[in-house]
T-cell receptor, first 117, second 113 residues
Framework: AQSVAQPEDQVNVAEGNPLTVKCTYS??????LFWYVQYPNRGLQFLLK??????LVKGSYGFEAEFNKSQTSFHLKKPSALVSDSALYFC???????????????FGRGTQLTVWP | GAGVSQSPRYKVAKRGQDVALRCDPI?????LFWYQQALGQGPEFLTY????????KSGLPSDRFFAERPEGSVSTLKIQRTQQEDSAVYLC???????????FGPGTRLTVT
C-alpha cells in the first residue's frame, strides 16, 4: 500500500535559519514524490517534484528536497527561512509503476511551518 | 494565466440535501482529479477522469457521491442526501500529462448542518 508520513505536526524556526520538513514514504513501485504548500483558504500550490535523475531537486521560492531511496525519505529544505514561508506543507507520493492507479496522489497529514522574525 | 477554478467556494447544506460542486480545470489539461480534505488531514483521493472517461472512482466513500465530466473539461461532483461526515473541503486538480504535477483549485468548503 502507498502511504506518506510527516512525523512532525509543527516545525518552528527563526528567520534566516535553515529549515527542514521531514517526509518518509512507502510505495510498491518507483516513487514519484511531490511537495505542496497550502496557505489559509487557498488550494495547494506545487513546490517541486522528484520523478527520476538527480536526487537533489530544486523548486520554487528557494526550496529544495533530497530523495533518499535507502531511507525512503524526501525531506524539504531551505537554507534560509523567511517569515513568508509560514504555511502548511504537504508531501505526496505516486506509484510510478502502477498504471492502474493512474496518478492518484497519496498525501501526508501536513506539517505546519512557522517562521518567526 | 488562469488556474483551476471551483465554485462555490463555500456551501452550507442541511443534512439530507443534495449538493453539486463545480470544477473548471486548466484549459488543455486532460487529467482531472477530485480530493476530499477533512479538517487537519491531508487530501484523500476520490476520483479521476481522463478526458470524459472516469477511469478510477475507487475513492468515492459511498454511492451518494457521483462525479461527471461529460465534455472532457468542466467536472461536477454531486453528493446526494448529504450527511454531517461529508463536511470537508473538496479539492479539484488537473494535470496536463502523465508525469506532470497536479495543479489544485482553491477548493469548496462544504458544511453540512
Amino acid at each position: 500500500a502507498q502511504s506518506v508520513a510527516q512525523p512532525e505536526d509543527q516545525v518552528n524556526v527563526a528567520e534566516g535559519n535553515p529549515l527542514t520538513v521531514k517526509c518518509t514514504y512507502s510505495v510498491s513501485g518507483n516513487p514519484y514524490l511531490f511537495w505542496y504548500v497550502q496557505y489559509p483558504n487557498r488550494g495547494l500550490q506545487f513546490l517541486l517534484k522528484y520523478i527520476t535523475g538527480d536526487n537533489l531537486v530544486k523548486g520554487s521560492y528557494g526550496f529544495e528536497a533530497e530523495f533518499n531511496k535507502s531511507q525512503t525519505s524526501f525531506h524539504l529544505k531551505k537554507p534560509s527561512a523567511l517569515v513568508s514561508d509560514s504555511a502548511l506543507y504537504f508531501c505526496a507520493v505516486r506509484d510510478g509503476d502502477r498504471g492502474s492507479t493512474l496518478g492518484r496522489l497519496y498525501f501526508g497529514r501536513g506539517t505546519q511551518l512557522t517562521v518567526w522574525p | 494565466g488562469a488556474g483551476v477554478s471551483q465554485s462555490p467556494r463555500y456551501k452550507v447544506a442541511k443534512r439530507g440535501q443534495d449538493v453539486a460542486l463545480r470544477c473548471d480545470p486548466i484549459s488543455g489539461h486532460v487529467s482531472l482529479f477530485w480530493y476530499q480534505q477533512a479538517l487537519g488531514q491531508g487530501p484523500e483521493f476520490l476520483t479521476y477522469f481522463q478526458n470524459e472517461a472516469q477511469l478510477d472512482k475507487s475513492g468515492l466513500p459511498s454511492d451518494r457521491f457521483f462525479a461527471e465530466r461529460p465534455e472532457g473539461s468542466v467536472s461536477t461532483l454531486k453528493i446526494q442526501r448529504t450527511q454531517q461526515e461529508d463536511s470537508a473541503v473538496y479539492l479539484c486538480a488537473s494535470r496536463v500529462g502523465g508525469l506532470g504535477e497536479q495543479y489544485f483549485g482553491p477548493g469548496t468548503r462544504l458544511t453540512v448542518t
